[in-house]
């Protein structure tokens, strides 16, 4: 197109060492004034897209235009870009990593204080200049990045997931920055694993293994289905093994947890199966429902994965028993006169899915912690497996599998240095370290990964892996701290077909995560903010705070917090 600011044209791109092309045969147009929306599987090649329409690799084939000029030969002062990982420096200031961009991107400084006055207003960082980078909470170091990346006002801006790891708030919040500002007449590609924001772009690109499969407006593609998603009401106990049953019917080839219901989508020309091969009776209700951007993804994808878990059949059953498998009593961390998390109180049943939730820093990964025996209370108790967390603490870590919030394996080292590292930490030995070992590389499909350094791997074979070193001892307890963030739905459905799996297996499963329709597959869930819990229920009772029936998670989420502030500003 003639006024797009970007197009590519049939760009192709191989990297050594890879068996498919990263990029093959991909077009794009990036229109000004318009939300472009970039969508795809962990190593579709939406990374590599943005890094040619920045400039910064060449394609081995096809064409990259940039303001008219090819990608690697245009005015790159006028190109906001935005990193996948966090691209600023952790050890300057907020104003300091401002300064540096505003130098690097060749912003006169007679510019520099009303630029970083207005994008520091822009962002609602004005209260934290001077507080280092690495210290920000990940949705304020993801409006740092944007700022950096607006220092000077571009025709183009580029934005890899920017929404990674942030909460809802946030999220919404950097959204809205990044609309107002295609507003103003800048052309905008936004990559996401949040298929609720490529919903709300004006087009979307979907690619997959370096072929683009779609190109148009979301709303065209779910309409393609819009007759094949159904809702069932199944109650809260069982809809565990309901679900397994029916994503493992031929007819059904996605579905996900919805409160008491089962939200399922059907094979195309495909009916609606008895409810009696879910194991429901014959009166349960099934209602035709309106499809999401997210289920026409799945199904462009060929569906989701099977609700049979192999992580979940190999493992050992969990003897049940009345004692909660975690207990929180008063749980409060002070870091100097900063209080982080403060009388946090729950307790978790043997078999169970209890969520954290909460803005990002308000204390659900501190409380993670001190239940880890990572961090000693400042106040109060608690205990994981029936082990006293300050007085048994070494049989508490030994009970319980965790996966951190950021990677937190060994980069340097290869995948199966990794797996070996791990099964000695976990106390397995020789023939029981094998099987162990082999049994999690072929669940999780590590094979091709083996002698590859950990750190290199495909974001979601790096969160496989972390998981997989998080059960090789089979622990009654797991920890998952954001186990999903970052990764596609596809992944995404993968890593709870385990959980849900586990818990069948009398697992216990404490987990935080800021995908709001994740939280639905939890039992119970308290939402923490600035420290202390503010509401604490099942999914459902956790809607109907919010508004009732129609209300999602994330509407509950928003408005729990928004009564919060209210009532905190009426105290």
């Not at 162990?436 to 350094?453: G, K, M, P, S």
Request: charge should be negative; proline fraction near 5%.
């Amino acid at each position: 197109m003639a006024d797009a600011v970007a197009t590519a044209y049939a760009l192709t791109k191989r990297f050594a060492g890879q068996e498919t092309a990263a990029l093959d045969g991909v077009s794009i147009n990036i229109e000004p004034g318009k939300m472009t929306g970039l969508v795809g599987p962990d190593g579709a090649g939406k990374t590599t897209l943005i890094r040619i329409l920045a400039g910064l690799i060449d394609p081995d084939a096809g064409e990259a235009m940039v303001f008219g000029r090819p990608a690697t030969d245009t005015d790159r002062s006028m190109i906001g870009y935005m990193p996948q990982r966090f691209g600023l420096y952790e050890d300057l200031t907020v104003i300091e990593n401002l300064r540096l961009y505003a130098d690097l991107r060749g912003l006169p400084p007679s510019e520099h204080e009303t630029n970083f006055d207005r994008l520091l207003d822009f962002t609602d960082l004005k209260r934290f200049t001077n507080r280092l980078a690495g210290k920000l909470s990940g949705g304020m170091k993801q409006k740092l990045g944007l700022a950096c990346a607006m220092v000077r006002a571009p025709r183009l801006l580029l934005l890899d997931e920017p929404g990674v790891g942030v909460d809802p708030v946030s999220r919404r919040e950097l959204w809205q920055m990044v609309k107002d500002l295609a507003g103003d007449g800048i052309g905008v590609l936004w990559s996401t694993a949040y298929l609720d924001e490529a919903e709300k772009c004006d087009t979307v690109t979907l690619l997959s293994e370096g072929k683009r499969l779609y190109d148009g407006s979301p709303q065209a593609l779910t309409d393609r289905i819009s007759d094949r998603i159904v809702r069932i009401m199944v109650g809260g106990e069982g809809r565990r093994v309901i679900l397994r049953h029916a994503l493992d019917d031929p007819a059904i080839i996605d579905g996900t947890v919805q409160g008491h219901a089962l939200r399922l989508m059907l094979r195309a020309d495909t009916p609606a199966p008895p409810p009696q091969s879910f194991g429901l009776g014959a009166d349960a209700k099934i209602e035709m429902i309106a499809p999401r951007f997210e289920d026409a993804f799945i199904d462009l994808l060929g569906g989701g994965p099977s609700g049979t878990s192999q992580l979940a059949e190999h493992y050992r059953q969990i003897p049940r028993t009345d004692t909660p498998a975690i207990v929180a009593d008063g749980l409060t961390r002070r870091f100097g006169d900063f209080t982080a998390a403060d009388h946090i109180s729950f307790a978790v049943p043997r078999g169970q899915i209890f969520g954290l939730l909460g803005p990002n820093g308000a204390g659900k990964s501190t409380t993670f912690k001190m239940l880890c025996g990572l961090l000693t209370p400042s106040e109060g108790n608690g205990s994981v497996a029936g082990f006293d967390l300050r007085h048994a603490k070494a049989d508490a870590r030994q009970s319980l599998g965790y996966m951190a919030q950021k990677f937190s394996l060994y980069g340097d080292l290869s995948v199966r240095q990794n797996l070996n590292f791990f099964a000695g930490t976990y106390g397995l030995k020789n023939g029981a370290a094998r099987e162990a070992i082999e049994r999690v590389i072929e669940t999780f499909h590590l094979q091709r990964y083996l002698r590859d350094n950990a750190g290199t791997m495909p974001l979601g074979f790096k969160q496989r892996l972390a998981l997989a070193c998080a059960v090789l001892h089979q622990p009654p307890v797991l920890f998952l701290d954001e186990p999903t963030s970052g990764v596609d739905p596809i992944v995404r459905r993968e890593f709870w077909a385990h959980i849900n799996g586990l818990v069948e297996k009398g697992v216990t499963v404490l987990v935080t995560t800021h995908f709001m329709d994740e939280a639905e597959y939890c039992d119970r869930a308290t939402l923490i903010y600035r420290a202390r819990q503010i509401a604490t229920g099942t999914p459902d009772e956790l809607k109907a705070m919010a508004g009732g029936a129609d209300a999602t998670m994330e509407d509950a989420f928003i408005a729990l917090i928004e009564a919060s502030d209210l009532q905190g500003e009426a105290a």
